[in-house]
C-alpha cells in the first residue's frame, strides 16, 4: 500500500524550505552572528577534530595507500625522471619555482623577505566538496588575523578567511571565489587570477592584447599594486596556455598553480595586512 | 518501543557523531578525487525511515550543523539536505513493492542529485561551482550512500523505534 505523508508534513517541509532560503540570504551578506556562531563551532569542533584524526589515522593511511597507490608511483616516476633531468643540466636549471625566484630578484620584488611569519601546521583539508579551504593550528594567539597571506616555500597557497585563538581558516587559491591581482614576469603586464576549483588551473584575465605573445612556462607572480591584498612578487603559477578571454578583447591566460594544495603539511602565514 | 524522551538526546548525539566523523575522518577519504557525504546519508536514512516530514527535518538541522563548520554560502546545505531529505521521504513512501536494495539505490541517486543541486543552487546566488566536477562528486556521494545507508537505517531505528509510522517496515512486507 502506498503511504500518503501525514497531515502537518506539508508545511514543515515549506517551513523549514523557507527557513533555509533565508539562511542562505541571511548569510550572503556576511552577517556578524553567522561570523561569530562559526568562529564559536571552529574553536569547538577543531580539538576533537584533532582527536578523532588521530585515532582513525592507520585506517586513513590505509585507504590513500589503496587509492593513491598510482598516482604515487606516478609521482615517484616523475620525480625520478626530473631528478635525473635536473642533475644532468645542473640542479635547478629547469625548476619553474627557481625561474620564479630568479624573475622576482631581477624585478627587485622581495618574496616577502622581511615580513615576519608564522609556520602553522595544517589541521584537515576541505571538509566538503564544495569547500576549498583548510584550517590550520595558528591563530589570533600567534598574531595570525584574517586577511593575511598563506605561502609555502612553493608560493602563494591562499588567504586567512578567518581565525580564533588557536585556529585559523586559509582560502585556497583553487576556491572559485579567490582573486589575486598578479604580474606576468618579465613582460610586467597586470592581470587578475581567479580559482576555479581543485585540481584545475587558475585563469588570469589580463588587459594584454588577443595577439600579444607569452612564452608557456613564464611565471606569474603577485604585483602589490595600489591596495592588493597581497604583498608583491609571491609566486602564484606558471602560464600553461594563452587563449582568447571572453569578448575577445583581451588575452587569457591558463596558469598551473606552483603549489599543490592538496598536499600540504606545513604553510607559513605572512604577518602582513594590506596598507 | 524507544523511550520518547530519549528520542531528541539520541537525534542531537547521531547527529554530532556524524559531523565529526565526516570532517575529521570521511573528509579524508577521496573516492575519484572527490570526497563522501555521511551527513547525506543520514538525511536519506532519515527519509526512508520516517517519510518526507523525518526527512526535511534531518536534511535542515543537519545542514546548518554542516554549514557551521564550512567555508561555503551559509544556509546552502541545509537547504539542498532539506529538499533531499523531503524527497526521498515521499519516493521511499510511495514504493509499493521494494526489495531490499531500494534504499541503496535510493541513496546512490540522492547522492547524485545533491551533488548537481548544490552545484546548480550554488550558481544561482553566484559562486561558480565548476559543473564539470559534479561526476566525480555525484560518483563519490553515491558510493558512500550506498555502501553505508543500510547501517544508517539502524540508527535511525535506535534513535526513533520502530513504533513510528515505519515505512520500511511496511514496505518489505
Known amino acids: 500500500m502506498a503511504i500518503s505523508p501525514p497531515t502537518g508534513s506539508r508545511t514543515r517541509t515549506i517551513v523549514l524550505v523557507v527557513a533555509s532560503i533565508t539562511l542562505v540570504v541571511v548569510g550572503l551578506r556576511d552577517v556578524a552572528v553567522v561570523r561569530s556562531l562559526r568562529e564559536s563551532a571552529a574553536d569547538v569542533v577543531s580539538p576533537v577534530e584533532g582527536a578523532v584524526s588521530a585515532v582513525t589515522s592507520p585506517f586513513r593511511n590505509a585507504w590513500h595507500g589503496i587509492t593513491d597507490y598510482e598516482e604515487l608511483k606516478e609521482e615517484n616516476d616523475r620525480l625520478e625522471a626530473e631528478l635525473a633531468e635536473s642533475e644532468a643540466a645542473g640542479i635547478g636549471q629547469s625548476d619553474a619555482e627557481q625561474q620564479l625566484a630568479d624573475l622576482s630578484a631581477s624585478l627587485d620584488l622581495p618574496f616577502a623577505g622581511d615580513v615576519a611569519k608564522v609556520t602553522a601546521r595544517v589541521v584537515s583539508g576541505p571538509r566538503s566538496n564544495f569547500s576549498h579551504a583548510i584550517e590550520i593550528d595558528k591563530g589570533t594567539d600567534d598574531g595570525v588575523v584574517e586577511g593575511m597571506p598563506v605561502v609555502t616555500g612553493g608560493g602563494l597557497v591562499g588567504r586567512i578567511t578567518q581565525a580564533t585563538g588557536s585556529t585559523a581558516r586559509v582560502e585556497l587559491v583553487t576556491d572559485p571565489e579567490f582573486r589575486v591581482g598578479v604580474r606576468v614576469a618579465g613582460a610586467g603586464d597586470l592581470g587578475t587570477a581567479r580559482g576555479r576549483g581543485q585540481d584545475d588551473p587558475l585563469v588570469v584575465d589580463s588587459a594584454m592584447s588577443p595577439r600579444a605573445e607569452v612564452a608557456p612556462d613564464t611565471g606569474v607572480v603577485t604585483s602589490g599594486v595600489d591596495r592588493s591584498a597581497f604583498p608583491p612578487g609571491i609566486p602564484v603559477g606558471t602560464v600553461a596556455e594563452t587563449r582568447q578571454g571572453s569578448g575577445g578583447l583581451a588575452l587569457e591566460l591558463v596558469v598551473e598553480p606552483l603549489v599543490d594544495v592538496d598536499q600540504l603539511s606545513y604553510v607559513t602565514v605572512l604577518l602582513w595586512l594590506p596598507g | ?173
Open chain 2, 1 to 173: 518501543m524507544t523511550n520518547r524522551r530519549l528520542v531528541p538526546v539520541r537525534a542531537t548525539l547521531v547527529a554530532l557523531a556524524a559531523l565529526v566523523l565526516q570532517v575529521s575522518f570521511v573528509a579524508d577519504l577521496r573516492i575519484a578525487g572527490a570526497i563522501g557525504d555521511l551527513m547525506l546519508v543520514a538525511v536519506v536514512a532519515a527519509g526512508l525511515t520516517g517519510g518526507p516530514d523525518r526527512g526535511v527535518a534531518y536534511g535542515f538541522a543537519l545542514g546548518v550543523l554542516y554549514d557551521l563548520v564550512l567555508d561555503t554560502p551559509f544556509g546552502l546545505s541545509a537547504l539542498t539536505y532539506a529538499l533531499v531529505g523531503y524527497t526521498v521521504g515521499v519516493v521511499g513512501a510511495a514504493l509499493v513493492r521494494t526489495s531490499g536494495w531500494w534504499p541503496v539505490l535510493i541513496a546512490a541517486a540522492a547522492g547524485a542529485a545533491q551533488a548537481a543541486l548544490y552545484t546548480s543552487l550554488g550558481n544561482l546566488i553566484g559562486v561558480s561551482y565548476p559543473f564539470g566536477a559534479v561526476p566525480a562528486i555525484a560518483l563519490a556521494m553515491a558510493v558512500t550512500g550506498a555502501v553505508l545507508v543500510l547501517p544508517a537505517l539502524r540508527v535511525m531505528w535506535w534513535v526513533h523505534g520502530h513504533n513510528e509510522p515505519d515505512r520500511l517496515e511496511m514496505m518489505f512486507r
